[in-house]
C-alpha cells in the first residue's frame, strides 16, 4: 500500500471514530470534496458534512471492500451502515429518526499530494438512502 492508500485509510478510520481533529489533519486546507449535490470547500465544510451524517447515524460505520491506488490517486469502494437515530439535515428538509437500518455501498475518489486529501469525489445512491429511511417509496418488485 503506498501513501495515497494509506491516508484514504486513515480518513476511513477518522470518520469511524468521529475524530474531527484526526480527520483535519488528513485534509489539505484547500481540499475540494464532491458530494452528490454539492462542492465542500475546506475542511470545515467536509466536517460540517460528517456531522450531519454523524448526529442522523451516531453509530456509521464505513467498511472498505475495494482499494485501487495509481500513484497520488486512490479509488475506494466500500459499504455506509448505521441506524437512523437522529434529524438528519438535508437540502429537501429534515427527516426525524425513523430507527431504520441503512446499508448503502459507496465510492470516493481521492486525491492525495503531500500526504494529505486535496480531492474527493464521494458517490452514493440518495435515492437508495431516501427509500431505506421509508422517505421515498421503494420501487414494485418486477
Known amino acids: 500500500m503506498g501513501q ?4 484514504a485509510h486513515q480518513k476511513m478510520a477518522a470518520f469511524n471514530a468521529q475524530d ?3 480527520l483535519l489533519t488528513l ?5 475540494e ?14 466536517i460540517a458534512f460528517c456531522s450531519v ?14 482499494v485501487v491506488e495509481e500513484g497520488s490517486a486512490v479509488a475506494v469502494q466500500g459499504r455506509a451502515e448505521g441506524t437512523h437515530k437522529g434529524t438528519f439535515h438535508t437540502p429537501g428538509g429534515d427527516i426525524p429518526p425513523t430507527d431504520r437500518p441503512v446499508n448503502l455501498t459507496f465510492s470516493q ?14 458517490h452514493f445512491d440518495r435515492l437508495e438512502l431516501l427509500e431505506q429511511l421509508g422517505a421515498m417509496p421503494a420501487p414494485a418488485p418486477a
Do not use: C, M, Y
Open 33 to 46: 470534496w464532491a458530494v452528490p449535490g454539492g462542492l465542500l470547500r475546506g475542511g470545515d465544510q467536509v
Open 4 to 7: 495515497a492508500a494509506n491516508v
Open 20 to 22: 474531527t481533529e484526526r
Open 109 to 122: 475518489d481521492f486525491e492525495v499530494q503531500g500526504g494529505v486529501i486535496v480531492a474527493v469525489r464521494h
Open 27 to 31: 485534509l489539505g486546507s484547500d481540499v
Open 53 to 66: 451524517l454523524w448526529e442522523a447515524f451516531p453509530d456509521i460505520k464505513l467498511t472498505v471492500t475495494r
